[in-house]
């Protein structure tokens, strides 16, 4: 049996995957009743996944029968796609039972693939939809009747499941993921790998410094901490391990620097196209905001790994990098994410360019020798592209369950009053409530789900405070990604550790000092837009950046109490100082902090200049 499921399977992908090209190139039906097929067909997919999963026949049956739930659903939405568009909220014959065996199929799947996290989360606010009229206070909401219900989160077009959040996967979620996973089965990673250790030549980090760089480029294209670190780790934790550095220190570099692809342009994963269209503007526009932050995040991570290496007396790295493979293999990534990049700065349609960049990866790796898959191994490799897809899509599915309860209860406006209650009108409170929340949402979820849920129930109250759009979405955006290095979960620690055999609480505060930065840098750039690039003064955009790089340095000497020596106490509250000086310039510009956070830096510098001359050897 497992051998035809596997084969039908495959089958089921390779559709999901021309259906959804195809739809970039031509405009055959409605944009309602393609996400109508692309549910259909990502369900059927993921439940038959799971069925090759496991072995119990009581859980077989149960996928079979999810299987048939999904197309029975899709099929007849389909086919009565006219008369449900002129029903919405009046549900005639089989409308509720159809309705229903779709939100049971889409919360199975999304609990199979993610755990329990959104369809406890959905389930509440499902009973906070039908239930919430009995409440009293600000949550109390008018009657809404479980028909109407039904028939407005799983039959209605525009809204519930089939609104603009699962559309934005749909029209360009799904293809990115699959740009990525194309790029991994050409081999794409093995060219980061030599890049890094080309990169790494120049620091005394060495193989760390590999992890950072390889890391970075990696997770352009894969847009997955998790995926990232399985795929780069197995590599960089060895040899990490071999040169000196310790089990749990090895695996929160890679962690870090995993996680912290997700916010590197040019491609940042689904995510941030997911906030292009929440905030209206072209990508671009969020592809250069996002580039002054996630250099400071990777200085930060890199000036770590060298004040770790120099502290441990670490070797720099000795691995020879092979040009000519360097060269190779340069066109399968450098031609098609160039053609990427170009296209969307011409503003073309993110469905459009992924579709074509998809193509160039594919065409580009099939005419070399070097870098051509045998058939089976492109087989496998585009089926499982296509379920990681899917599994991003069938969770924001689950999103846009809770968006829609969000928007027929009014539980936007009352949560709004509820954090302006709690908060007292304090913008730092209220920020931070909103990155605790941004970080439990993103335990075990991908980034692109959580930060849809906090777009839609936070921000706007925000907003409403007087931030930037703008500004807050990168807040929420950069704290749904470092969700992956923070307990309790940390799913991009936990892989690390499994592949360094440490421990997971040691890499998991390992890995969250050493990204400490990325909980630091949404405060700045959400009180300074200069960080983003949207500043109108040129030299207060040079001074912030400049301002925010000397924190980010001072930080790491004060976390790891080491710059050209061994740190005291007093040195450490000095560099301390500095960070804490340098920051609060950022936030509020005022140059009294950065002349106060200069000298105290100018004068650490000196007295380590000076304890690292009394220690030295000629010295002693």
Not at 69 to 84: K, Q
Not at 471 to 486: A, D, G, K, M
Not at 583 to 610: D, E, H, M, R
């Amino acid at each position: 049996m497992a051998a035809p499921a596997n084969l039908i399977l495959s089958f089921i992908a390779w559709a999901l995957i021309l259906y959804q090209m195809a739809i970039t190139q031509f405009l055959f039906q409605s944009y309602m009743q393609n996400q109508i097929v692309h549910v259909g067909l990502v369900g059927s997919l993921l439940s038959l996944y799971h069925f090759t999963r496991t072995g119990k026949p009581a859980l077989k049956l149960l996928w079979l029968v999810m299987v048939a739930l999904f197309v029975v659903s899709a099929s007849y939405m389909w086919m009565n796609f006219d008369d449900l568009e002129m029903r919405i909220g009046f549900p005639e014959g089989l409308d509720i039972p159809v309705g229903c065996l779709l939100l049971i199929g889409i919360l199975g799947c999304t609990l199979a693939a993610w755990g329990k996290i959104f369809p406890t989360i959905a389930g509440i606010a499902l009973a906070y939809m039908l239930f919430g009229h009995y409440l009293p206070g600000p949550l109390h909401h008018t009657r809404i009747a479980f028909a109407a219900a039904i028939s407005t989160i799983c039959l209605g077009f525009g809204s519930g499941i089939f609104g603009n959040i699962l559309g934005m996967i749909v029209e360009f979620g799904f293809l990115l993921v699959l740009f990525g996973s194309c790029l991994e089965i050409m081999g794409a990673n093995v060219f980061f790998l030599e890049m890094g250790k080309l990169g790494s030549k120049v620091s005394k980090g060495g193989p760390g410094q590999t992890a950072v760089i390889g890391s970075a480029l990696v997770g352009m294209a894969s847009g997955s901490a998790l995926a990232n670190v399985m795929i780069t780790g197995a590599f960089t934790i060895p040899t990490m391990k071999r040169f000196g550095y310790k089990p749990e220190i090895a695996a929160a570099i890679e962690a870090a620097a995993s996680t912290g692809s997700q916010i590197m342009p040019p491609i940042m994963g689904a995510t941030a196209f997911l906030m292009a269209a929440f905030l209206g503007v072209p990508f671009p526009s969020v592809m250069i905001a996002a580039f002054v932050p996630a250099v400071l995040y990777f200085v930060a991570v890199g000036i770590n790994v060298e004040l770790i290496a120099r502290k441990d007396r670490i070797k720099g790295i000795s691995a020879a990098v092979d040009m000519r493979m360097l060269i190779e293999r340069a066109c399968v990534f450098v031609i098609p994410l160039a053609m990427l990049t170009v296209m969307l700065i011409m503003q073309m349609s993110p469905g459009f360019t992924a579709f074509w960049s998809t193509l160039l990866v594919l065409g580009i790796g099939f005419a070399r020798k070097t870098t051509r898959p045998g058939m089976r191994d492109f087989i496998a490799g585009m089926t499982s592209g296509a379920i990681q897809a899917a599994k991003i899509s069938i969770v924001v599915a689950s999103v846009a369950i809770i968006a829609q309860v969000v928007v027929s209860t009014g539980l936007g406006t009352k949560l709004t009053q509820v954090i302006a209650m709690v908060s007292q009108g304090s913008l730092l409170l209220t920020l931070i409530m909103a990155m605790a929340l941004c970080i439990i949402l993103g335990c075990g979820v991908p980034s692109s789900a959580a930060y849809a849920l906090v777009a839609i129930l936070v921000v706007p109250g925000i907003v409403k405070m007087g931030v930037d759009p703008f500004q807050i979405h990168f807040f929420c955006f950069y704290f749904t990604v470092i969700s992956c290095i923070t307990p309790p979960v940390a799913v991009a620690s936990l892989g690390a550790a499994s592949i360094a055999d440490s421990s997971y609480s040691r890499t998991g505060w390992e890995a969250l000092k050493m990204a400490a930065t990325g909980f630091a840098l949404p405060f700045f750039f959400v009180s300074n837009k200069s960080l983003l690039l949207r500043g109108d003064d040129p030299l207060i955009t040079l001074l912030s950046i400049g301002a925010a790089l000397l924190a980010v340095t001072c930080f790491s000497f004060t976390a790891y109490g080491y710059c050209m020596t061994d740190a005291s106490g007093s040195q450490r509250a000095l560099s301390g100082a500095a960070a804490a000086l340098l920051g609060a310039y950022v936030i509020t510009l005022n140059p009294l902090f950065l002349g106060a956070g200069v000298l105290c830096l100018a004068a650490y510098i000196f007295w380590q200049k000076s304890a690292a001359k009394a220690f030295s050897p000629a010295n002693l």
